[in-house]
Nanobody, 114 residues
């Protein structure tokens, strides 16, 4: 399974970005998908995750600002980010969990300027 992430970029504080991640081949909506991020010098952390039939899960630091959703017809997951802060600057990775194995996308850089 391959994951292709896109949508990162440079944005001013308070701005918005939408990240996209599509899988190839398509995977079941029952499979957990999520977004993680890694800032320089820090460990990779969970940002948000989603699985059909369950409420999305968010890190406290992004709750109320970020929204994760998926389009099962496209086998894709998205992360709508609003109210971006400089501390959101990181490389963002999408992940899919299939039969207890994790598959990662290549990462997309998000930079928020103050």
């Amino acid at each position: 399974v391959q994951l292709q992430a896109s949508g990162g970029g440079l944005v001013q504080a308070g701005g918005s970005l939408r990240l996209s991640c599509a899988t190839s081949p398509r995977i079941s909506s029952d499979n957990l998908m999520g977004w993680y991020r890694q800032a320089p010098g820090k460990q990779r952390e969970l940002v948000a995750s989603i699985r059909s039939g369950r409420s999305p899960n968010y890190a406290d630091s992004v709750t109320g600002r970020f929204t994760i959703f998926r389009d099962n017809s496209k086998s894709a997951v998205y992360l709508q980010m609003s109210g971006l802060k400089p501390e959101d600057t990181a490389v963002y990775y999408c992940k899919a969990r299939i039969e207890s194995q994790d598959y990662w996308g290549q990462g997309t850089q998000v930079t928020v300027s103050s």
